[in-house]
């Protein structure tokens, strides 16, 4: 059986404590790093309750679940695919999602550029970078970072906002201190060298948010910590 409401709210007020706690510690100001719900594999009722609590966004790892759950939710909240996306599905992703946070090939860029016209829309999205050298994680190599803003740069409909990245999974803390100021790192040269500000920073899970505020995150992604461990790993 799903989480109540009240049993949610007590886990995110749980949450950002522990973001507020990790702010003061980096001496940064908690109103700089923002908290995504993480709805995967949870019912629409997720969402419904991140929208009560007042978080202004979710986040989806596949694009025709987060359609499908979309159509079933009525409260107002912004959407953000955080999965991988198949470039054939760039037109059901720029329908669906205020933010594409998973872009990681030029191909795809040019497809979501497509697709946004179309729609005749602009789409924001961040460019997903495997800042951790994780085989077992998508995201565009590090070497193939500069290549990949330009060419998304280079699109007419695409709002470049900034990077994410997801840390390997390890037992070991350090792995994922350094990939998160590897993700930082990069930000800072690719801005100052493109002359963009590339202000989102999404990274931290349920696990590692802490360190990855010390390193500079923008945006949180939560799904464990506020709803509970899903039925199946996704
Ligand atoms: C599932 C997922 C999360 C949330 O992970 P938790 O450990 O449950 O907090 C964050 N980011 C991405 C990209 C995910 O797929």
């Known amino acids: 059986?799903?989480?109540t409401y009240d049993e949610f709210s007590r886990r995110a007020d749980q949450v950002r404590a522990e973001i507020a706690t990790a702010c003061r510690a980096a001496g940064r100001d908690p109103a700089?790093?923002?908290l995504l719900a993480v709805t995967k594999t949870h019912p629409a009722a997720a969402v419904e309750y991140a929208a009560r609590y007042g978080l202004p966004t979710v986040g989806e790892n596949r694009v025709q679940e987060g359609a499908e759950k979309r159509g079933q939710v009525s409260a107002v909240i912004r959407w953000e695919l955080i999965g991988h996306l198949q470039s054939n599905k760039a037109k059901l992703a720029a329908t669906h999602f205020d933010r594409v946070q998973s872009v990681d090939s030029e191909k795809l860029a040019?497809?979501?550029d497509r697709a946004a016209?179309?729609?005749?829309r602009k789409l924001a999205v961040l460019l997903?970078?495997?800042a951790g050298r994780d085989p077992a994680k998508f995201g565009a190599e590090i070497e193939a970072a500069p290549g990949l803003l330009d060419a998304a740069l280079g699109q007419k409909n695409l709002v470049v906002?900034?990077?994410m990245t997801i840390a390997p999974l390890s037992d070991d803390p350090s792995v994922a201190v350094r990939t998160?100021?590897?993700l930082r790192e990069l930000r800072d040269r690719?801005?100052?060298q493109a002359g963009v500000s590339l202000r989102e920073l999404s990274m931290g899970m349920s696990g590692d948010f802490a360190a990855a505020i010390a390193a500079g995150s923008t945006l949180v992604r939560v799904g464990t910590a506020l709803y509970g461990s899903r039925a199946a790993p996704t």
Request: overall charge negative.
């Open 32 to 34: 700089e790093v923002g």
């Open 110 to 112: 040019r497809m979501l």
């Open 128 to 130: 997903q970078i495997n």
């Open 1 to 3: 059986m799903f989480i």
């Open 180 to 182: 998160f100021s590897t």
């Open 161 to 163: 906002e900034g990077l």
């Open 190 to 192: 690719l801005a100052a």
């Open 117 to 120: 016209g179309e729609l005749g």
